[in-house]
């Protein structure tokens, strides 16, 4: 794809301060300049040449804004091209103590104080919630630089053995990589800012006279975006990442006052920073051949960002006092270079290699066939390649109508794509003349399928069958056989009918269900005028029992016995009443399930018996070459072979078993599915019929009766809703009152939940592993906790 070049965009954000140097620092009016002044050192005397002005043009200036018009001005744009396909990068560079990391993550108290990242994250999902017509998946990893060593800041969230992977920077064609670096899927808004979190709290910081969470090490968030198009013949697979930088702050040491660790840090933050800035240099020299990118971990793995195809912006933080003139100057050289380098943005496309080498695979097997035909038939006239047009599709339609009412003797026949097209054809007027077949037994006889034995036994019951599955009225009944050809649109109505509970409860014999539930197989066919009577007689004795007054229950009969009975005595009774309905629907599923499986076994049975078939045809037909080529092969004035006629039988009939293989393949596949889902239908009704037994049990023989008084009935709190301790003490969770008060309490409404969720997640977690801490050292040394602390620390680990 034609790549355009592009100029990177930098922005200045200048730290809010009361000591601002409006003197030394001024603002052009358009918002896009810079100015600095400085005094002249009277010290030094007249003769000073030493430059006092300087002046900067960028592509903005952020003074005294919000984090969202921040957001807006510098990351929206390039968050949204790269949801169609364009990697972006943006990297915050400044002095320590500049608002680099403010301005990247943000603050965590408060939801509209988040940064860059908090930000990016939730336009990207939102994004993928109005997404319609692609499949958008998204991981996320967190990648620290401390010392010139890599560090996963996320290794604590996998239980997997990626953490002890020697991390390294790896070179491919496809750009950087990091070897070891756990990349994580999430799903929604809160799994990836609770990820972000986690980091969060995983980064190294100190103090120092400048700052008092300075941040000690180079920190990269990615997010890695992958859309699918939801079209099956679109294999176009679309791949991008935002690298989201926050760079350690330059330090001098002068003013920082930095002493053992912390001064090894800032050496090797400020080593770093310098190589990074001698790639900017080299970057923005067109006559350079060479980028040192390998001088160090930096450098490397931002090689894509630099000098890549990627969009990438800079935000130049600096502090607005007069002390730090220096530094700013610094910074703002650095924002000038940086606009100085070009890079060349693509989308990153790739195709789905297989299913284009599929596509391929099809085609030469169709042309080949075409050229056999074409060789084994004389005396015909050119034949083309290309796929039937609408015109030809009809008129082969029309030829074989014509044929079957007898106006012609023979259908034209001039290549391959015209004899798949005629039996297609005549498939369709078969499945045709076999659905008004069906449509006519079905409108006189309800269907009624011999191995559906829950459904004959109904029937036995209501006295329309037999115990010998006979029918009771010979001269109203019969009994046929009425197979029932598989339909290639068969597939949506049986996964449909798989729904019972939304569709209701069912009459018990309705044979159109029945049929649609149940492949084609021997079924018992009954006059629908039986049931008629059978349903009206019922009809009469429900209306009967109805209108009796109902009967005082004993006591001794509406409730258990003081002890609670067995639980496999329970749940029997249970299936009787209270879960009569889900048993009911339980076992419809389960009987569909089976019949499914039996289906597919018997398709399984015919592809074996096809490919025996195959496999026999196959070595007939070598049998014949063999012997043609020992008696001598005969070819017309052109030279093209003529084969006898029971080779080509041989051939054609190999061509209709390969097809009638290939549908039966696709019919078991179907079934699987089918099986699959059915599966999955029999598993949730068991649990939903385990959970709902568990509740009824709690309520029937657990909780006690002045506890059951207490909860009124059209109350908020119903036995079973929550755990039986809870009942007990009656007391209101406080996670729940905390969930329930969002949607309406939070800043900014339903937006700011996933944020909220995620920060209380990671204080919980950290506040329980510092808990946990506590218990250890009280566990060596119980003298130095007092036994009110220690109740206090076991009481907040049973709330959490």
């Known amino acids: 794809m034609h790549a355009v070049e592009k100029k990177v965009r930098a922005f200045v954000r200048v730290k809010p301060t009361a000591q601002f140097a409006q003197d030394v620092i001024k603002f052009g009016p358009d918002n896009k300049s810079i100015d600095i002044y400085i005094k002249k050192d009277a010290k030094k005397g007249v003769v000073n040449n030493k430059q006092t002005d300087w002046s900067f043009k960028l592509d903005g200036v952020l003074?005294?804004?919000?984090?969202?018009?921040?957001?807006?001005?510098?990351?929206?744009?390039?968050?949204?091209?790269?949801?169609?396909?364009?990697?972006?990068?943006?990297?915050?560079?400044?002095?320590?103590?500049?608002?680099?990391?403010?301005?990247?993550?943000?603050?965590?108290?408060?939801?509209?104080?988040?940064?860059?990242?908090?930000?990016?994250?939730?336009?990207?999902?939102?994004?993928?919630?109005?997404?319609?017509?692609?499949?958008?998946?998204?991981?996320?990893?967190?990648?620290?630089?401390?010392?010139?060593?890599?560090?996963?800041?996320?290794?604590?969230?996998?239980?997997?053995?990626?953490?002890?992977?020697?991390?390294?920077?790896?070179?491919?064609?496809?750009?950087?990589?990091?070897?070891?670096?756990?990349?994580?899927?999430?799903?929604?808004?809160?799994?990836?800012?609770?990820?972000?979190?986690?980091?969060?709290?995983?980064?190294?910081?100190?103090?120092?006279?400048?700052?008092?969470?300075?941040?000690?090490?180079h920190c990269i968030f990615t997010i890695y975006i992958q859309s699918r198009f939801r079209v099956l013949s679109d294999v176009r697979c679309i791949n991008s990442k935002i690298n989201l930088i926050d760079l350690a702050?330059?330090?001098?040491?002068?003013?920082?006052?930095?002493?053992?660790?912390?001064?090894?840090?800032?050496?090797?933050?400020?080593?770093?920073?310098?190589?990074?800035?001698?790639?900017?240099?080299?970057?923005?020299?067109?006559?350079?051949?060479?980028?040192?990118?390998?001088?160090?971990?930096?450098?490397?793995?931002?090689?894509d960002s630099l000098g890549g195809k990627c969009n990438t912006v800079l935000v130049a933080n600096i502090c607005g006092e007069a002390l730090h003139v220096e530094e700013t100057l610094s910074s703002l050289r650095f924002a000038t270079r940086m606009k100085w380098i070009t890079t060349e943005p693509v989308i990153n496309v790739t195709y789905d290699s297989e299913g284009t080498v599929k596509a391929l695979e099809k085609e030469i097997s169709l042309l080949k066939q075409e050229l056999a035909m074409h060789d084994s038939l004389v005396n015909r006239s050119s034949v083309t390649y290309d796929p039937l047009t609408d015109v030809q599709v009809a008129e082969i339609k029309s030829q074989i109508h014509k044929y079957l009412q007898g106006d012609i003797d023979e259908i034209d026949i001039m290549n391959f794509r015209q004899v798949q097209e005629v039996f297609r054809q005549f498939k369709l007027i078969v499945r045709k003349q076999v659905d008004e077949v069906e449509t006519r037994l079905r409108s006189k006889y309800v269907l009624i399928d011999r191995n559906d034995f829950a459904t004959i036994s109904a029937a036995q019951k209501v006295g329309i069958v037999d115990v010998d599955h006979h029918l009771l009225k010979r001269q109203d009944v019969d009994i046929i056989p009425t197979p029932v050809p598989p339909k290639p649109d068969e597939k949506k109505s049986r996964t449909s009918s798989l729904r019972p509970k939304k569709e209701g409860t069912k009459s018990l014999f309705s044979g159109r269900d029945l049929a649609a539930?149940?492949?084609?197989?021997?079924?018992?066919?009954?006059?629908?005028?039986?049931?008629?009577?059978?349903?009206?007689?019922?009809?009469?004795?429900?209306?009967?029992?109805?209108?009796?007054?109902?009967?005082?229950?004993?006591?001794?009969?509406?409730?258990?016995?003081?002890?609670?009975?067995?639980?496999?005595?329970?749940?029997?009774?249970?299936?009787?009443?209270?879960?009569s309905e889900i048993n009911r629907i339980f076992k419809e599923n389960k009987s569909i399930l089976l019949a499914r499986r039996k289906r597919s076994s018997t398709v399984a049975r015919r592809i074996n018996i096809i490919k025996q078939e195959i496999e026999d045809i196959k070595k007939a037909l070598e049998a014949q070459r063999q012997e043609r080529s020992q008696q001598g092969e005969y070819v017309d004035e052109k030279g093209r072979l003529i084969i006898d006629e029971k080779e080509f039988l041989l051939i054609m009939k190999l061509k209709d078993l390969k097809e009638e293989y290939r549908c039966s393949y696709a019919e078991l596949q179907d079934l699987k599915a089918e099986i699959q889902y059915c599966q999955h239908l029999v598993d949730q009704c068991r649990n939903k019929l385990i959970s709902e037994f568990e509740i009824w049990y709690s309520e029937s023989f657990l909780i006690p009766t002045y506890v059951q008084n207490a909860l009124k009935s059209g109350g908020n709190i119903r036995p079973g809703m929550i755990p039986i301790n809870?009942?007990?003490?009656?007391?209101?969770?406080?996670?729940?009152?905390?969930?329930?008060?969002?949607?309406?309490?939070?800043?900014?409404?339903?937006?700011?939940?996933?944020?909220?969720?995620?920060?209380?997640?990671?204080?919980?977690?950290?506040?329980?592993?510092?808990?946990?801490?506590?218990?250890?050292?009280?566990?060596?040394?119980?003298?130095?906790?007092?036994?009110?602390?220690?109740?206090?620390?076991?009481?907040?680990?049973?709330?959490?």
């Open 517 to 579: 539930h149940l492949p084609s197989k021997s079924q018992v066919i009954i006059p629908t005028k039986s049931l008629d009577v059978k349903e009206k007689a019922r009809n009469e004795d429900t209306a009967h029992i109805d209108a009796q007054p109902s009967k005082p229950v004993s006591k001794e009969n509406s409730q258990w016995s003081s002890s609670p009975p067995s639980r496999a005595v329970a749940f029997e009774q249970f299936k009787k009443e209270c879960g």
């Open 249 to 303: 702050g330059s330090e001098r040491l002068s003013k920082t006052g930095s002493e053992g660790r912390v001064l090894k840090e800032a050496a090797y933050i400020n080593k770093s920073l310098s190589f990074l800035e001698q790639i900017i240099i080299a970057l923005a020299d067109p006559k350079r051949e060479h980028i040192p990118f390998r001088q160090s971990k930096l450098t490397h793995v931002l090689k």
């Open 726 to 800: 809870r009942v007990m003490c009656l007391e209101e969770d406080e996670q729940d009152r905390f969930e329930r008060m969002q949607e309406v309490m939070l800043p900014a409404g339903p937006d700011s939940v996933s944020f909220y969720k995620a920060k209380m997640k990671t204080d919980q977690k950290h506040t329980y592993s510092r808990t946990m801490s506590s218990l250890k050292l009280m566990h060596k040394k119980p003298g130095h906790i007092t036994a009110a602390g220690k109740d206090k620390a076991l009481s907040f680990l049973h709330v959490t």
């Open 63 to 217: 003074h005294n804004t919000s984090q969202e018009l921040t957001y807006e001005t510098v990351a929206k744009k390039l968050v949204s091209e790269a949801l169609v396909g364009y990697n972006g990068t943006i990297m915050c560079y400044g002095q320590t103590g500049a608002g680099k990391t403010y301005t990247m993550t943000g603050a965590t108290a408060e939801y509209k104080h988040r940064g860059i990242i908090p930000r990016a994250v939730q336009q990207v999902f939102k994004a993928i919630t109005r997404s319609v017509d692609s499949f958008i998946t998204v991981r996320i990893s967190y990648l620290e630089i401390y010392n010139e060593t890599l560090c996963d800041l996320l290794s604590t969230m996998t239980s997997s053995g990626a953490s002890d992977v020697q991390m390294a920077i790896v070179d491919c064609p496809q750009g950087v990589y990091v070897k070891g670096l756990s990349i994580h899927s999430v799903s929604d808004e809160e799994d990836a800012l609770n990820l972000l979190f986690e980091g969060e709290t995983n980064r190294v910081i100190a103090e120092h006279t400048l700052n008092k969470n300075s941040s000690r090490s």
